[in-house]
């Protein structure tokens, strides 16, 4: 998995080392908002990729456009008001963005599949799991509606939900949370998809069912040799499952890491806040810590650095210039490999 910014070459060895196009890669990706007040620029800029098998995990907080860079992925954004000034989406090296929409239709779901947060407002009340599950076979691949019947039976056992062949006429809310979800996993699945988007997949979940999500997910992921993009707020989520973390803030990629460097050592105040702001075991009874203010409005977003009306460690220099995403090294300059760090002083962050 490789991630950058077009303004710097940070290195990341894509698994098995091919010279092969990635996966999926975007590229220097805007999208814009035109609503009454003016223009909200959700995504400023973002750049990544992913490569079959591998985890590309996007954090941030709620409106630092991690699920708006997924929808214009995906094709589903609103537009208007949405809106894509520049940028391209790369599947295989073809530009999605350049497809007419037959071509991009063929290759949302059979290729690229997304799971989204709210499993009970994307299932149909009305309509039978089983249905919905052999709608994607029916259409796609023509079959009848007692093979697409069968093909979901096959699913949902798949998926590891119990009793299959007698809850596929079962409707959504007869379900559990966890089990809507293993749904959803099942619908992203039906395909065998080469990429499969993870929009907060565990949200609203306890962590036992979380767990047992995510663990899914990896196995799954493992079977069919898929890449899987999991956008997410929460660190504690992407631990175990993700090879490389994309965190986002204000639209922008502000720190790229593999998963258990950014862990130990991040490289922007931002990250850190996030880190600090998780609940520890050895923290018993102290306050809870929280980065100060609130994600800026994208309908004016700060001068210079955007998080820097809640840095600690802001000066003038980052309410001016806005830092590029550059290379992150030791202190003996030995760079380290797939990090990078959008911040003016990123070694006071990592070495301090």
């Not at 908002?33 to 800029?45: E, M, P, Q």
């Not at 591998?54 to 456009?65: F, H, Q, R």
């Not at 007692?146 to 949902?156: N, S, V, W």
């Not at 258990?260 to 810590?289: F, M, N, V, W």
Request: glycine share 8%; hydrophobic share 40%; with cysteine.
């Amino acid at each position: 998995m490789t991630i950058m910014d077009k303004t710097a070459d940070i290195p990341a060895p894509r698994a098995g080392g091919s010279g092969d196009a990635p996966l999926l890669e975007v590229r220097d990706l805007h999208v814009e908002f035109h609503t009454r007040d003016g223009v909200a620029k959700a995504v400023n800029g973002v750049n990544y990729s992913v490569d079959a098998g591998e985890t590309l995990a996007v954090l941030g907080e709620s409106g630092s456009g991690k699920s708006v860079t997924a929808q214009a992925i995906m094709g589903i954004l609103d537009m208007p008001p949405g809106k894509i000034p520049q940028g391209q989406i790369l599947y295989r090296g073809q530009d999605m963005l350049t497809m007419s929409y037959e071509e991009r239709r063929k290759i949302r779901g059979q290729k690229i599949a997304m799971i989204f947060q709210d499993a009970l407002s994307s299932l149909n009340p009305v309509l039978s799991v089983g249905y919905q599950l052999g709608e994607m076979f029916r259409v796609h691949q023509g079959l009848s509606k007692k093979q697409a019947k069968a093909k979901a039976i096959e699913l949902m056992d798949r998926v590891k939900i119990p009793a299959a062949k007698q809850r596929v006429t079962d409707y959504p809310h007869q379900f559990s949370g966890g089990m809507r979800q293993r749904i959803m996993i099942a619908m992203a699945l039906a395909l065998e998809p080469d990429l499969i988007i993870a929009d907060e997949p565990t949200t609203a979940l306890d962590v036992t069912v979380q767990a047992q999500v995510m663990d899914l997910l990896s196995e799954l992921q493992t079977e069919f040799n898929m890449g899987l993009i999991l956008i997410t707020h929460d660190l504690g989520v992407v631990a175990d499952v993700a090879d490389k973390i994309a965190v986002m803030y204000a639209g922008r990629i502000v720190e790229t890491a593999p998963v258990h460097e950014l862990y130990k050592r991040p490289a922007h105040p931002y990250t850190r806040g996030l880190l600090d702001s998780i609940p520890r075991l050895d923290q018993k009874g102290q306050e809870l810590y929280a980065i100060k203010g609130l994600p800026p409005n994208l309908l004016k977003i700060p001068s210079g650095c955007a998080f820097n009306p809640r840095c600690p460690k802001a000066e003038d220099i980052c309410r001016t210039e806005i830092p590029a995403l550059v290379p992150v090294s030791e202190q003996d300059g030995t760079e380290l490999p797939g990090r990078g760090s959008a911040c003016h002083f990123w070694k006071e962050t990592i070495h301090g």
